[in-house]
């Protein structure tokens, strides 16, 4: 709303205000960067050490949070990771080289297009893609139809992230196609999301956010995030008041993605009850991402905790959450 100043005294004493409360605010944020900064080096120790783990899930986990925070310097550790035992491992740090446009990785993600699993190999197409060859993306799109399903599934999640809505019918397909599993067909629900199809949101979102079912209607809120609408966001917020506390901390962490801090309460009165933090419970863990995108002093004060936790998959959430908001 836009207020009538009827004198030069009160503009002066308008124009003295703002000034104040944007100095006073300007010091808040910077003090608040400051006690965040301090806990970066810790955080970085932490997600290299991920990077190094003996565990699959964790080295998995900290490829992704390395491409969240845009840590370029682990790219020599992600890219020792495209040759990994693990297929999923190196399912992850193959995408990630695309996702971190790592240019001087093009010989590796050449090698990896001959990699003994297909998941692979269409990870190293998809990031030959977005390292703009774009003949390889025929490779992510025949995977579409592939019987396996863990295939299907990534080559969904896949097209999503490569934007391109000339995807759109295909994913269609393989979401309306009986022989796709489950989660083939929420990749594909997600991927049609994320491209901007808003039809999505009464045909296929709205069903999951009102689905009995918890895991239902937490993958109706990442689903609606994806599509990122106004009218997407405000379905988010109903989800703020669900009965069980992780789709409340979806809710909260989806749109705090979306810089949307209206779920801020709900994370902050999840640790007023002073949840053990040792634990990686899917609550504990939805509560320390929301941390990152938040932002805020209240909840940040949690930080210190989460890095000192018994469970390495928090002390990951929260290295994630303090790198996410310097990066």
Known sequence: MIKQLFSIVLIALFVAGCAEVQTTGSAASAEKTARTQSLKPRAKIILENGLKSGNA????????????TRQKEMLPHITRLT???IVPV??????????????SCEKILHQSLNDPDVNVRIAAAYSLVKLNQPQFVEQVRAAAKNPDQTIRANAALLMGKLGNPDNIPLLYTMMNDSGSGFEARINAVSAIARLGDEQMYRSKLWALLISKFADDRVDGIQGMGSLNTAESRNAIVTMLQDDIIEVRLAAAEQLARLNDKRGEEQVYNYFKTQPNLNTAGMANEMAVRAIGPLNSSRLNSQLLKALSSQSPYIQLLAA????????
């Not at 899930?57 to 969240?68: E, T, W, Y």
């Not at 190196?90 to 240019?103: H, I, K, N, P, Y």
């Open 320 to 327: 994630r959450s303090v790198l996410l908001q310097l990066k």
């Open 57 to 68: 899930r964790l080295r998995s986990l900290s490829i992704k949070i390395a491409v969240d």
């Open 90 to 103: 190196r399912f992850s740090a193959t995408v990630a080289l695309g996702d971190m446009r790592c240019f």
């Open 83 to 85: 040759t990994d035992p």
